[in-house]
T-cell receptor
């Protein structure tokens, strides 16, 4: 079954305590990305990756890091979380062909609260 | 800069009605992609469609259809014979690179 898994689903943490949200896909997709969703601000992309060792900033990368050491995994790292990073986070993966329909698959979301 | 406008904040219909969700976009690029996503009350995000700017053919998938008109920079989404399970927030998005810009979403409520 094609899927994107994210862990944890829910996390409450404190300011400054490093955390990692994992994301893994089983479809051999090149393109993976992270989004955050906030009331009033909508969905915004944090980082994306076009392949192993190829990552780039999205719209709101400040305070986040990512890595892509294996094709299937794309973890999101918050080295020193702050309350303004309290949000709902989604990981996604897809192919990215120029003309195709390229179905995009999302993880179930991670609800993060930073106190 | 890219911009996506979903002017309808909330739409309320009765089951079996047809409903169209509007999406108007702005971009200076000639090559871009348009997307629609669904977010049901349970909170997950569901991909519905991706269209590239060179493909203006309308798309139909079951009760869903999409009308892409470059002349008016619109990519509207129609649900035919709506059902209660269609109740969700629907997002339109535009990408001229690998970074999408999302609209604010339209909340669709389908009453039985």
């Amino acid at each position: 079954e094609a899927q994107v898994t994210q862990n944890p689903r829910y996390l409450i943490t404190v300011t400054g305590k490093k955390l990692t949200v994992t994301c893994s896909q089983n479809m051999n997709h090149e393109y993976m990305s992270w989004y955050r969703q906030d009331p009033g601000l909508g969905l915004r992309q944090i980082y994306y990756s076009m392949n192993v060792e190829v990552t780039d900033k999205g719209d709101v990368p400040e305070g986040y890091k990512v890595s892509r050491k294996e094709k299937r995994n794309f973890p999101l790292i918050l080295e020193s979380p702050s309350p303004n990073q309290t949000s709902l986070y989604f990981c996604a993966s897809s192919l990215w062909t120029s003309g195709g329909t390229d179905t995009q698959y999302f993880g179930p979301g991670t609800r993060l609260t930073v106190l | 800069a890219q911009k996506v406008t979903q002017a309808q904040t909330e739409i309320s219909v009765v089951e079996k009605e047809d409903v169209t969700l509007d999406c108007v976009y702005e971009t200076r690029d000639t090559t871009y992609y348009l997307f629609w996503y669904k977010q049901p009350p349970s909170g997950e995000l569901v991909f519905l469609i991706r269209r590239n700017s060179f493909d203006e053919q309308n798309e139909i998938s079951g009760r869903y259809s999409w009308n892409f008109q470059k002349s008016t920079s619109s990519f509207n989404f129609t649900i035919t014979a709506s059902q209660v399970v269609d109740s969700a927030v629907y997002f339109c998005a535009l990408s001229d690179s690998y970074i999408p810009t999302f609209g604010r979403g339209t909340s669709l409520i389908v009453h039985p």
